[in-house]
């Protein structure tokens, strides 16, 4: 039980930096290399990369308030506290901006797929540049999980 705090932040990271790995390079690009319909596929992948940003937001909040528990305000000067909080910052980005707006461009494409409409332009601007910001944030995942060393401290035992 002395470790519960830790071992929580360790599966909240991994749930976090796993789930997204997950999802953006196994999951999706399967569904687009296997159905057929590229429309379902895309909002098969929406629907997925929308419940990894909640997994992301919740265990951003734990690891962010964990963090500030265990080590105070020395917390402010450690990267791993600004790795955690760049990648909530681009989460919440993407949950409340670029996925609400390309889904509005979806929408406002019907019948048609928005790649064979008017909009197809700004969606893949749009696109790219949310692309980016998973990368981005894949890639301070990577960062998030090396430099999680306070996670795996254990107290010796007596």
């Known amino acids: 039980m002395k470790n519960l705090g830790n071992n929580i932040a360790g599966l909240a990271a991994t749930a976090w930096v796993g789930g997204q790995w997950a999802v953006g ?3 999706v690009p399967v569904l687009f290399q296997t159905l057929p319909d590229k429309m379902l596929a895309g ?5 997925m990369f929308h419940l990894i940003g909640y997994v992301g937001m919740v265990s951003a909040l734990y690891l962010l308030a964990y963090h500030l528990g265990k080590t105070g305000k020395v917390a402010l000067r450690q990267p791993v506290f600004w790795i955690i909080a760049a990648m909530l910052v681009i989460t919440l980005v ?4 670029f996925q609400p707006v390309m889904a509005d461009l979806k929408a406002q494409a019907l019948p048609a797929d928005v790649m064979h409409s008017p909009y197809a ?3 893949e601007r749009l696109h790219h540049i ?7 944030q894949s890639i301070l995942g990577i960062a998030l999980i090396i ?6 401290k254990q107290t010796p035992r007596q």
Not at 43 to 47: F, I, P, Q, R
Not at 131 to 136: D, E, F, G, K
């Open 25 to 27: 390079y196994l999951a």
């Open 43 to 47: 909002m098969l992948a929406g629907k």
């Open 94 to 97: 993407d949950q409340f901006w």
């Open 121 to 123: 332009g700004k969606f």
């Open 130 to 136: 949310a692309t980016t910001s998973y990368v981005t």
């Open 147 to 152: 430099k999680m060393k306070f996670i795996y």
